[in-house]
């Protein structure tokens, strides 16, 4: 059973993916409990809400041998309650004071949130102490969040037209890597997981060395220090966490395959290309590669695809952040009657365009206007604030990159996005699924 | 068709999320201490802060001498804008072009004097801003450096629209698929017909239809812009980083040229509520659910301490987050529906209110009882003192987190000067919410939800209807179809002389008799298509009941083949070869037949007669037909008895042909017109060009090697 208020969250890296502009600035507080737990405090007194959150450094890729999708499990696990909280009282708690809350988990790591009005604050401080310091999990909440998670899977992966495209495309990218598992997990992986599973995973992941408290929003720091110190000072260090070391090795050519889907009402192509990680310098032109693609109704596959050639009703493309080596995506559901064939070759078409000639002036200004309107848009609300600073903190070491990113992408030049084109974007550097409606013809 | 492809990728990026659990008592397990031992504050919740002041933005309004009002809510948090262009077109019949201001707002963007749709989304992409229109006007945003050029976009595309005759082509197809798709669902049509019931003749109750889409030319929508886009009935809300001097010289330079003129503001009588409770009832063949919706018109204006008090006091029923009375039956206590549900709306012309469920067929008298049940303890009873506290506390959060959004704070703006508020209104919600006793709730509750005067409506199978008439004052269920037509349930009864084997016989003769079927030997029938502005051609040719072959092409490419010859079948899609399959062999065999539904005279004992529907306001018999691969249903019309559509199961979904355009060839009725829908996003309508009846056929259009 999945909860009205479920909220619809990333599967696989989840960045902001616009950048913080010039004209922004915002101001923030970071500091370190002795214990090791990350605070990053943005005070912001102009509406009467403020946000507390928890990232925590572990996600999809973290699983052991047999236990896919613990990490997502875990996270449901982390609802049931403490030694102070009943269940089924987080959410009873926050909503009972209009407030709201959730969670997500993505392949590289796990986040809660609570939005609050700005006098509940230390609701939110004691309700994200309780889950680091002992929560709490008996057997029955384990059953429930078990079918909870099976459900979830069923409904947003195996009954959804094209629920399996990301697990089709990251199994074939990756051999070695736990990137090719799917972050909700296997079916046989959920069924057999052991209470004593869970303490070992608590125990080695959630601790305060291994999580950024991020607060944003309607308080005065000199008054929530000493409730940060009294709700999580004490809460003991742990070990420092294992982390993925395994490097996939580059793909040796293209793969390609065809999935079918009964449930997609349309053909469709998905294509991924292997590209770096999150901290790598290149990320910022890929990036806008992908702008040139696939950003507005103007940008080349929309116009090409869609409007002068027809064959697809939607196109699109995006990178896909993530801690270590990922990919790049560009899709498109084909229009009634086309073949997905034309679209590929479409699609290389504007490919191979870019790597042979630099985009035009006015196409790059577009992408560096649009840059700027996406970052500005961005940190609108005291939630994306606080999420977007830990999650800078978390993956690249600094949350300040929430002021300077921007300078990165203005660094950016047409060569680069070229040269990102030429790199990246090789046929043998990409799986390629085609998504066939109905059943896979038997043999 | 956009909008469902867009929420089907949307989907595409959602995974994981949290669902806590409300349910189920607790044996807590040892679970090895986790941390340090306890401390005492931690074993109770911490308390609040004291209620923060909430301080709503506060709004500037002037006017411009052409009667726009021009609504400024400064925000510098951030170095951005927007603008709304909201035109208050009063309310009015649409008469038979109903849906014609949603199309003309669908057109507003698409061109003006002196630019296409391509080059308006070029220079919106170019800055990285947004601009979209309704039939109430237009919205905007952008970062501040582009404040000017937005609002000189804003404005030529409101000021100086054109409504070009290939974009109205484009917005009319997807008009009529959005109307088609939205009557497979019955949530949309029980709200059609709560509409339909609520208002009657008031303009509130006007539906769209494939007749009025149909109906809507250029000159409605060129009218419907003349009519009512004037400045004297419209607001400019300007939001974020401005100032009240750039604000005044933006709406000057690009709005004050407008011309201001009168509008027809029409006499409307306000509807009221039923003197009783009626039952009012849409069949739905095949349906396992029933949508319930109980509810009624009230009088509620916006902006007074009654819709205040209603909002409250729908919280506690059934607008609640969590556990409101609604769910805590229904849901926790019965185990009916997933999500129950009530709200309550306010208009300066008529509100409504309703609760609302989705239950399974065998409990919907069950649901209905217990609706009404909280109905009538909530308007008679006191709220206790625990539930106004929890509803107070979590609208005052929920209020306050609202106002991080500088648009809630101009929604507030707008409401204010567009009904004329005491500007007061909103900063003192709260202190209103607060002051709001058990008795103002619940006098509030006995005048907007008692259920004495009630309209219950439901869509489901009919077998559950009957059951209902014990709620009705009269004691009647009204029937209604999807577009809120009464039908006489009587009338659609099978007629009791009528068998499946008549009405095959019926079907017989009107095609021109078992004589004139027997001889015919072969046939072949060439039709297109026009799928969003390409023609796609299929050309089915059928020989001895044993042949057929299908060759459906696209811009010259062959998109489908598929082939049958006396046992043996292929199937190629989309240049894709489908190997061997026991069920494609068995479709196509079925295809092969000249006349399927003759056949059905060989297998009387699979084919039940199921009564009379209404389709386009004809009588249609129902005959379904069950085998092994799921039933058919198969509609005839019930004076010519030709088969006028067909329900099938393809795959996940139904798709339904409406079959048409009969006319002779060599002797026989043959449709020549077929549409088709649920097969892909958009009806596909196809047409026959060229039928024939017993010439040559090329064999090699059955040959499988």
Known sequence: MLLKKCGALLLFGAFALAVQAQKTNIEFTRYTLDNGLKVILHQNNSAPVVTVSIMYEVGGKDDFAGRTGFAHFFEHLLFEGSENIGRGEYSRYVEEVGGVLNANTSSDRTYYYELLPSNQLELGLWLESERLLHAKVDIEGVETQRQVVKEERRVRMDNQPYGLWQYEIFRRAFKQHPYKDPIIGYMKDLNSAEEADFVKFYQTFYVPNNAILSIAGDFEEEEIKPLIEKYFASIPKGAEPPRVEIVEPPLTGEIRDTVYDAKAPLPGIFMAYRTPERTHPDFYAISMLNQVLSSGQSSRMNKVLVDEKQLAVQAGSFPFPSQDPGVAIALALAKPGNDVKEIEISIDGIVEDLQSNLISEREFQKLRNQVEAQEISGYGTMASIAESLAQYEMYQGDANLINTEIEKYMAVSREDIRRVAQTYFQKDNRVLLYWMPGEKPSK | ?705
Request: one cysteine or more; aromatic letters at 6%.
């Open chain 2, 1 to 705: 068709m956009q909008r469902i492809l867009l929420g089907l990728l949307a989907l595409f990026l959602v995974a994981a999320c949290s669902t806590p659990q409300a349910t189920a008592p607790t044996t807590m397990s040892d679970k090895p201490a986790m941390g340090p031992m306890s401390e005492d504050f931690r074993a109770t919740p911490p308390k609040p802060g004291p209620a923060p002041e909430i301080k709503l933005g506060d709004f500037q309004d002037f006017k411009l001498d052409n009667g726009l009002q021009v609504v400024l809510v400064e925000n510098h948090k951030l170095p951005r804008v927007s603008y709304q262009l909201f035109v208050d077109v009063p309310t009015h019949s649409e008469g038979e072009y109903v849906g014609a201001g949603d199309m003309m707002g669908d057109m507003l963007r698409r061109a003006t004097s002196s630019k296409s749709k391509e080059e308006i989304d070029e220079a919106i992409d170019f800055i990285g801003a947004n601009l979209s229109t309704s039939g109430s006007g237009a919205f905007a945003s952008t970062i501040s450096k582009y404040k000017e050029q937005m609002m000189e976009m804003m404005a030529e595309v409101v000021l100086d629209a054109r409504f070009p005759e290939e974009e109205f082509e484009k917005v009319k197809s997807d008009a009529l698929a959005g109307l088609k798709a939205s009557l497979a669902s019955p949530d949309a049509i029980a709200s059609r017909i709560r509409q339909k019931i609520y208002y009657g003749n008031h303009p509130f109750g006007e539906l769209t239809t494939e007749e009025s889409l149909n109906k809507i030319d250029l000159a409605t929508i060129q009218n419907y812009y003349d009519t009512y886009f004037v400045p004297n009935r419209s607001y400019l809300v300007m939001v974020g980083d401005l100032t009240r001097a750039e604000a005044e010289q933006l709406a000057k330079k690009h709005f004050s040229a407008w011309e201001s003129k009168g509008v027809p503001q029409p006499k409307i009588v306000t509807p009221k509520r039923p003197d009783g409770v009626t039952v009012n009832f849409v069949p739905r063949a095949g349906s396992v659910q029933s949508t319930i919706v109980v509810g009624h018109p009230v009088d509620l204006k916006p902006g007074t301490t009654k819709s205040i008090r209603a909002r409250l006091v729908n919280s506690v029923l059934g607008g609640g987050v969590l556990d409101d009375r609604l769910a805590r039956n229904l849901r926790e206590d019965k185990a009916y529906t997933y999500s129950p549900g009530s709200s309550i709306s306010s208009s300066r012309e008529v509100g409504n209110f309703r609760a609302s469920a989705n239950v399974r067929n065998e409990v919907t008298d069950s649901a209905v009882t217990e609706i009404l049940y909280e109905l009538a303890r909530i308007s008679t009873e006191p709220i206790s003192a625990e539930e106004i506290s929890k509803v107070k506390k979590g609208q005052a959060g929920s209020f306050g987190r609202a106002l991080e959004s500088p648009q809630r704070i101009a929604s507030y703006a707008l409401n204010t000067v567009r009904y004329g508020l005491d500007r007061g209104f909103y900063p003192n919600y709260l202190k209103q919410v607060e002051n709001s006793s058990a008795s103002d709730l619940m006098e509030v509750a006995n005048e907007m939800m008692s259920p004495k005067q009630t309209h219950i409506v439901v869509v489901g199978d009919k077998a559950v209807a009957e059951k209902l008439a014990k709620f009705a004052t009269s004691g009647q269920v009204n029937y209604y179809d999807a577009n809120g037509n009464l039908i006489d349930m009587e009338e659609m009864a099978a007629p009791s002389d009528l068998t499946p084997k008549s009405v095959i016989e019926g079907y017989i003769k009107a095609i021109g008799g078992q004589e004139a079927i027997d001889a015919v030997k072969n046939y072949t029938m060439t039709m297109e298509a026009s799928v969003q502005g390409q023609t796609m051609s299929q050309v089915i040719a059928k020989e001895g009941g044993n042949k057929v072959s299908t060759q459906m092409t696209m811009m010259g490419m062959v998109m489908a083949d598929q082939r049958y010859n006396d046992g043996k079948a292929k199937m190629v899609q989309q240049g894709q070869e489908m190997p061997d399959n026991p069920m494609i062999t068995a479709a196509l065999k079925e295809e092969a037949r000249l006349f399927p539904v003759a056949e059905l005279m060989g297998m009387l004992d699979k084919v039940s007669l199921d009564g009379v529907e209404t389709i386009d306001g004809k009588k249609a018999i129902l005959l379904t037909v069950s085998d092994d691969a799921g039933a058919t249903q198969r509609y005839f019309d019930q004076e010519s008895m030709l088969q006028i559509r067909q329900i099938k199961q393809q795959g996940p979904q139904k798709v339904t042909f409406d079959i048409g355009d009969y006319q002779e060839v060599g002797g026989v009725m043959l449709p020549h017109s077929l549409s088709i829908s649920g097969m892909a996003p958009f009806p596909i309508e196809m047409k026959a060009t060229e039928v024939k009846v017993n010439t040559e056929i090329d064999q090699a259009l059955f040959s499988i090697e």
